[in-house]
């Protein structure tokens, strides 16, 4: 059996190697190493998988969610509500700058940001949403576009761990992840499901003023050379980084398919067992079908329920099966976001899932055999308990 890996981008490079190693070369010899045809062509590329007007590429995810923010003119003091149960970037970003994060629960199932928790912290201060699309499936963006609408709000979709993924309307219309809400951002970091070889992002939106505003904040705020329209930030994709993303992305649907496959491999394996809850996808998909385009899974992650996550972990690594737990603490429990105004017991569920959820590899090169010695160490385990 293959050495398994939590992600296998090594085996993932040698199939577009060629591709690869031609556009970098090529760069190399024309020295067109920021925002050069590599870049404007990727954008395009990306532009056209995913129906939406505008790709500003940009150096990272997290540079992109705060331009997306600094793009829609919050202001120092403006609300912003986002989920508990992410990684910090999302309120980082925020808290950089000097907006207030209003951190709310998840789902139990979907592990996406609750819809009851949003519309009752909603203020007169509170400006934006940022819907994280956890783990590669959307949130509920009907109902978070309806609580936008009703309360004049931005919709700032963290589309890090989503691209790909496809949400189906209650009229059954689909939209790509990243181009229901006002504005979008991603990440390319080389674990994403489109990911590249370093940094790398970029920000989605249908607003032709809001993508002329942020193309200029992306580029120091200018528009032309040496004239700062606007207080801008540097944060450009390079072009060896769109070259290997220009590789990747015609193959992004058959990447995803692998992801489904391998999840659904998984499931039918944990199906009845007691202390094992696999992931829930929405849209009218009750489990794992090799036609669900809901789910892109960024992470697959279960939850140990009978309060052995933590042993299962160590004897996993015991037995060279890498895991994660993401994420091991709540946001609003982090020093640098502890905030008086929180109470406990409005987290219920994501002090519960810390406890909980451990993800399994999930990557385009797992193969039948691995997954069986994966499943069967966590089977062989839970029982024994």
């Known amino acids: 059996m293959k050495k398994i890996q939590m992600v296998d981008l090594g085996g993932q490079y040698q199939g577009i190697k060629d591709q690869v190693n031609s556009s970098i070369s090529n760069i190399l010899e024309s020295s067109a190493f920021i925002n050069g045809p590599e870049v404007q062509a990727f954008q395009k590329e990306l532009e056209d998988y995913l129906e939406v007007k505008h790709v500003i590429p940009c150096a990272n995810g997290t540079d992109a969610l705060q331009i997306c ?35 709310v629960d998840v789902e139990p199932d979907t592990f996406n940001i609750s819809i009851d928790a949003i ?18 499936q959307c949130a509920d963006m009907d109902a978070i576009m309806d609580l936008a609408k009703k309360h004049n709000l931005f919709v700032i979709e963290d589309n890090a761990q989503g691209i790909g ?41 249908n607003d032709d003023d809001l993508a002329h505003t942020i193309r200029g904040i992306v580029n120091h705020g200018m528009y032309k050379r040496y004239h700062h329209d606007v207080v801008g930030v540097n944060s450009r994709l390079d072009s060896i980084q769109a070259a290997v993303l220009r590789a990747k992305l015609p193959k992004l649907n058959s990447y ?43 992470q697959y992650t279960l939850k140990i329920t009978n309060g052995k996550r933590d042993a299962l972990v160590q004897h996993l690594n015991n037995n060279g099966v890498p895991c994660g737990v993401y994420y091991p603490i709540p946001l609003h429990s982090q020093k640098a976001y502890v905030d008086e105004r ?30 069986g010695y994966i499943t069967a160490m966590i089977i062989e385990f839970v029982n024994k308990q």
């Open 69 to 103: 923010m600094m793009g829609l003119g919050l202001k120092p003091g403006d609300e912003v509500i986002t989920a508990d149960f992410t990684f910090a970037a999302t309120v980082e970003v925020i808290a950089l700058l000097q907006l207030t994060p209003v951190l």
């Open 119 to 136: 519309e009752k912290a909603i203020t007169p201060k509170t400006k934006a949403i940022v819907p994280v699309h956890l783990f590669g």
């Open 256 to 298: 995803n398919a692998k992801r489904r496959n391998a999840a659904r491999k998984y499931s039918e394996a944990f199906k009845n067992q007691e202390h094992i809850v696999v992931p829930k996808t929405v849209n009218g998909c009750d489990g794992i079908c090799d036609t669900c385009d809901c789910h892109v899974f960024h």
């Open 342 to 371: 929180y109470i406990e017991a409005n987290f219920a569920v994501t002090n519960q899932l810390v406890e909980e959820v451990i993800s399994l590899p999930m990557h385009t090169e797992l193969d039948d055999e691995q997954i």
């Open 165 to 205: 993924a496809k949400h189906r309307f209650k009229d059954g219309t689909k939209k790509m992840s990243g181009t229901i809400g006002h504005v979008a951002s991603t990440s390319f970091f080389p674990s994403k499901n489109l990911g590249c070889y370093g940094d790398g992002g970029a920000i989605f939106t």
